[in-house]
Structures are given as C-alpha cells and as structure tokens.
C-alpha cells in the first residue's frame, strides 16, 4: 500500500503542476502527452490495489507486465520528445523545501528515464517468468 499511496503522490503532485499552467511541462506538451503522462501514472497504482484487495501477487503479474510494457512505451516517448523543463520540478512545493528537487535537471531527469527503460526491459520478462513459474508451482499442488 505504500507505493500506491506514493504513486497517487506523485501523480497528484504533477497534476498540480500541469493544472497551475508550470513551466515544468513546455508548450511541446501537448494533450497526448498528458494522456500518456497522467495515464501512465494512475494506471501504475491499479496492480498494487488489487493486490491489496485480493492478496494475491500472481494473478495480478499479467496486469504487471502490461503496465511495465506500457512504461516502456510511455519513457521512449518522453526520451524522444521531451516536452519538461525540470529547472521547475520544485515549483509546486513549498519554497522553504524546494531545494529537494533543485538538483534534478534535464539530463539528470533522461538519466533517471533511461535507468527506467532498462528497469522494465528487465521486468518484462522477470515477471512473466515469476508468473508461469508460481501458476506451475500452484496448479502441481493443487492436482
């Protein structure tokens, strides 16, 4: 349940930013990419709630891989485009804890998007593989 309360955070936090017209997204963002954007964010939090609710990670590692593939997509288009400004990503906060975020400029923030893209070309297959495995290993004691 934490990583669902820290992504709707997020998502929330750059929500704000969009709505208050910030500069951290550039006039190239454009209403796709806040499909993708915001999409890709709300939508990262629906494993761990059904996860939560049902208490069962291997039927959700399907809905997992999905979302992971969606990442992919989703980071090789903001690498390619990239319609931020993170000289802005502090905007949002209060000015006395903005120095949090200061550091993280552009190339630090494509950076961090690629250590993501390789993240989930990992996960992909990792986690496909982990849901085969555990479903064999379920269905063998159950008949």
Same mark, same amino acid.
């Given at each position: ?23 951290? #997204?550039?006039? &190239? %963002?454009?209403? !796709?990419?806040?499909? =993708?954007?915001?999409? $890709?964010? /709300? @939508?990262?939090?629906?494993? +761990? ?32 485009? #990239?319609?931020? &400004? %993170?000289?802005? !990503?502090?905007?949002? =906060?209060?000015?006395? $804890?903005? /120095? @949090?975020?200061?550091?993280? +400029? ?38």
């Amino acid at each position: 349940m934490a990583g669902v309360v820290i992504g709707l955070l997020l998502a929330w936090y750059f929500l704000d930013l969009y709505n208050s017209g910030s500069d951290f #997204f550039t006039s &190239d %963002f454009d209403d !796709l990419d806040a499909v =993708l954007f915001f999409g $890709i964010a /709300f @939508l990262g939090v629906v494993p +761990g709630l059904i996860k939560a609710i049902m208490g069962r990670k291997n039927s959700v590692r399907p809905l997992d891989v999905a979302l992971s593939v969606g990442v992919l997509v989703v980071l090789a288009w903001f690498l390619y485009a #990239f319609p931020f &400004d %993170f000289a802005y !990503l502090s905007e949002g =906060l209060p000015e006395s $804890i903005q /120095f @949090l975020l200061d550091w993280i +400029g552009n190339e630090e923030a494509k950076a961090i998007m690629a250590i993501g893209l390789v993240v989930n070309l990992v996960l992909v297959p990792y986690t496909t593989a982990l849901f085969f495995g555990v479903r064999r290993t379920l269905t063998g004691r159950t008949g």
